[in-house]
């Protein structure tokens, strides 16, 4: 099945303790995305990559990093969390010459 | 990209149709008119795009007004796993940013 795999579903971790949520998709996508969802804020952006090796800025990649070595695995990194990076995380993929986003199912993360 | 204006909630009875308008009078000529929706805090799915003629899949119509302007997006047939929030979005397929921008959505809520 085509799909967008994140990992883990819920985290909850304490400040400062670094983690990584995984991303894989198995549909050979060019194009990845990290987004996070907040109440009244909507979806934004926080890194994208447009193929192995090309990484760029969303609207708010304070506190992230990613990398982008295989083409299916695009994770998202935390350094150091912090409460303010509590959220819904959303990883997308789209093919270059494609129009819809396939989004993953989520992964709620809680940091105290 | 385009900034789209939605009403915030709208409610359909099952088994008639849905159908929910969009607002994007500043479109571009070169922007998309795309629908995706969000089933309570999944990844959202995208539903249909369209440029400017009207549109069809196995999901829903989109039908895109002649001067552009606003569309609508038909669910035919609405059931009660249709209850989501639906976001309407305009955007250039391969704007340098690569970013969707989700605004504040429609909420439909589909009745028994």
């Known amino acids: 099945e085509a799909q967008v795999t994140q990992n883990p579903r819920y985290l909850i971790t304490v400040t400062g303790k670094k983690l990584t949520v995984t991303c894989s998709q198995n549909?050979?996508?060019?194009?990845m995305s990290w987004y996070r969802q907040d109440p009244g804020l909507g979806l934004r952006q926080i890194y994208y990559s447009m193929n192995v090796e090309v990484t760029d800025k969303g609207d708010v990649p304070e506190g992230y990093k990613v990398s982008r070595k295989e083409k299916r695995n695009f994770p998202l990194i935390l350094e150091s969390p912090s409460p303010n990076q509590t959220s819904l995380y959303f990883c997308?993929?789209?093919?270059?010459?494609?129009?819809?986003?396939?989004f993953g199912s989520g992964t709620r993360l809680t940091v105290v | 990209d385009a900034k789209t204006t939605q009403p915030p909630s709208m409610d359909c009875a099952e088994g008639r149709a849905a159908n929910l308008p969009c607002n994007h009078s500043?479109?571009?000529?070169?922007?998309?008119v795309y629908w995706y929706r969000q089933i309570h805090s999944q990844g959202p799915q995208y539903i249909i795009h369209g440029l400017k003629n009207n549109e069809t899949n196995e999901m829903a119509s989109l039908i895109i007004t002649e001067d552009r302007k606003s569309s609508t997006l038909i669910l035919p047939h609405a059931t009660l796993r249709d209850t989501a929030v639906y976001y309407c979005?305009?955007?250039?397929?391969?704007?340098?940013?690569?970013?969707?921008?989700f605004g504040g959505g429609t909420r439909l809520m589909v009745k028994p």
């Open positions: 979005i305009v955007r250039v397929v391969w704007n340098a940013g690569n970013m969707l921008t």
């Open positions: 997308a993929s789209r093919p270059q010459g494609g129009y819809g986003y396939t």
């Open positions: 549909m050979n996508h060019e194009y």
């Open positions: 500043t479109i571009s000529g070169n922007e998309y």
